[in-house]
Nanobody, 116 residues
Framework: QVQVVESGGGLVQPGGSLRLSCVAS????????MAWYRQTPGKERELVARVTSGAITNYAEFVEGRFTISRDNAKNTVYLQMNSLKPEDTVVYYC??????????WGQGTQVTVSS
């Protein structure tokens, strides 16, 4: 059974930083595309950042320059380093794994709250 497990969310003050982690089980992690999404209640889930199997990254405009996605294939882990956090970054963040065969798997989400 494929598992995708996020961690690292929490409460942080505006301007602060957090690093989210996502561990994905299964074989051939390095061949998966990995991504972070976020979802505000009542809205659709939106892409935050993606890193492909070839380590190509892309970001949503609203996080460009503040967030960095990276992966450690040896640890089956993808990270999202979030700096200069704003109150509007307060949402649930989800990790997504996409296999080369088109399978998509989601984690349960981790809450990030930016507040003073």
């Amino acid at each position: 059974q494929v598992q995708v497990v996020e961690s690292g969310g929490g409460l942080v003050q505006p301007g602060g930083s957090l690093r989210l982690s996502c561990v994905a089980s299964g074989l051939f992690f390095s061949r998966n595309d990995m991504a972070w999404y976020r979802q505000t209640p009542g809205k659709e889930r939106e892409l935050v950042a993606r890193v492909t199997s070839g380590a190509i990254t892309n970001y949503a405009e609203f996080v460009e320059g503040r967030f960095t996605i990276s992966r450690d294939n040896a640890k089956n882990t993808v990270y999202l380093q979030m700096n200069s956090l704003k109150p509007e970054d307060t949402v649930v963040y989800y990790c997504q794994k996409t296999t080369p065969w088109g399978g998509t798997y989601w984690g349960q989400g981790t809450q990030v709250t930016v507040s003073s």
